[in-house]
């Protein structure tokens, strides 16, 4: 799944996206658990827009995504927003040439897209090999509870005045498998143009993100029930489970 055509419409899809407190809760984890954080990749970063946040934030930032389609649209938002951000086309199940990093994010399930636990134990290696010791590794996923209450089997549908897009959810064949169904409707001068994705993805439980962070040789693993740095209260079946990792 590259995300052809719908880079050109992604952040439409993604208008409601709150990359704010995102960027909130990033920052709040560097002051909490990071050591000099300045060096970031932002791992998956689709059109750019957490990787230029970051940027503005001071930080010196590189971004990585497998669509080229999608590093077009972030270059061009950098590049509006005079912001300097090292874009590299490349799989992050094969990431090399990263070295010494104070830290690295991958928002908006991307890590959920990586669905083999073979190819999730590798990327964690990959990830873990291009920090500083003590560097930083903050991700996001689904939750399975989300994943099975929430998404498969549901259809969810949007109508704007230039956009509409129908979007089916099937859930696959383990736990916390879902194959997302899209038809996108776009409207181009006169007519509407129809283009369709499936994407495919993966949740695991909490646990299993740990195993496979330690076997990849972080030392310690915190989780938080979505973007709030509460551990006294935390939610396993929260949309989503933000993941740290230290090296």
Request: glycine share 6%; charged share 25%.
């Given at each position: 799944?590259?995300?052809q055509q719908l880079a050109h419409v992604y952040d439409a899809f993604m208008a409601d996206a709150?990359?704010?407190?995102?960027?909130?809760f990033t920052m709040n984890v560097f002051t909490e658990f990071g050591q000099d954080v300045h060096r970031i990749a932002d791992l998956g970063c689709g059109t750019g827009k957490m990787a230029v946040k970051?940027?503005?934030k001071g930080f010196s930032v590189t971004a990585i995504d497998y669509s080229a389609d999608m590093l077009t649209v972030a270059q061009q938002h950098a590049a509006e927003l005079k912001q300097v951000v090292q874009?590299?086309?490349q799989d992050l199940r094969e990431l090399e040439g990263l070295e010494g990093l104070d830290a690295a994010v991958s928002y908006f399930d991307v890590m959920n897209y990586i669905v083999s636990p073979v190819e999730i134990q590798e990327t964690f290696k990959h990830v873990e090999a291009s920090l500083k010791e003590g560097g930083l590794f903050l991700f996001d996923?689904?939750?399975v509870h989300q994943i099975e209450h929430h998404?498969?089997?549901?259809?969810?549908?949007v109508v704007e005045d230039d956009m509409a897009y129908i979007w089916f959810c099937e859930a696959g064949?383990?736990?916390?498998?879902?194959?997302?169904?899209l038809t996108f409707f776009v409207q181009n001068g006169s007519v509407y143009e129809r283009f369709e994705e499936c994407h495919h993805q993966h949740t695991y439980s909490i646990d299993f993100y740990k195993e496979k962070l330690l076997e990849a040789g972080f030392k310690k693993i915190i989780w938080f029930g979505g973007q709030a740095l509460n551990l006294e209260n935390r939610n396993q079946d929260a949309p989503k489970i933000s993941i740290l990792a230290i090296k």
């Open positions: 799944m590259a995300y709150p990359y704010e407190q995102f960027l909130d970051l940027a503005e874009f590299i086309h996923v689904h939750s998404y498969a089997g549901e259809t969810f549908s064949e383990e736990p916390g498998e879902v194959y997302h169904d």
